[in-house]
């Protein structure tokens, strides 16, 4: 059985215990936050994910690109992007039964327009808060390396959410991150873009 978040507790995920399994409840109330909390000295760390929707439609949303909401056409997106003092990324529950799969993964703004090619100091935490408070982390200890790190996964497995610490640095840009992680229905317009 797959651990359980709890409200208000902290939980940290690594190798040896990389899943963790939100309730219906965290699953559908509120919002669930994504960030890396990073100093400036990892370099110019920018957040993206991959996702895909029940009825097929899959795409990226990154704030670093302009792409701030997902699915774009959507009056109410379900994936939105920000940064305050770190890039974030948040899911909006209320359409969580719209929600199939989601990949995190980090890059090097710098590095996406150099085909992946400039490395990252690799360090920080990534974090997920959920509406009631449970907080799960994610050390990002890696050597300097270039390339997209896909950081989480999560599955919505009959309404409630299933994340894995993923940890894998894919040499290459995000396309090749996001076809390594099965996201094979976006069309992409370059190594950074999708079409929409």
Sequence with gaps: MEPRAISGTRTILSAKSPTITLTRLQSGVGSLKFEAACSPAVGDLRLGCAYQLRDGHA???QHAQGSRYGPKSSKRPVVMTSRDEYEEISLDLRQNQLLE???IYAFSESGAYAGGQTPLNW???FVVTTFGGARIEVPIELAPAAGTLA?????NIRGEFVLRAEMELIAGPIREACKAYGYDRISWLDDRTPVE
């Design 123 to 125: 360090g920080g935490t």
């Design 151 to 155: 950081l989480m996964s999560l599955y």
């Design 101 to 103: 799969r989601v990949l």
């Design 59 to 61: 795409s990226t949303a």
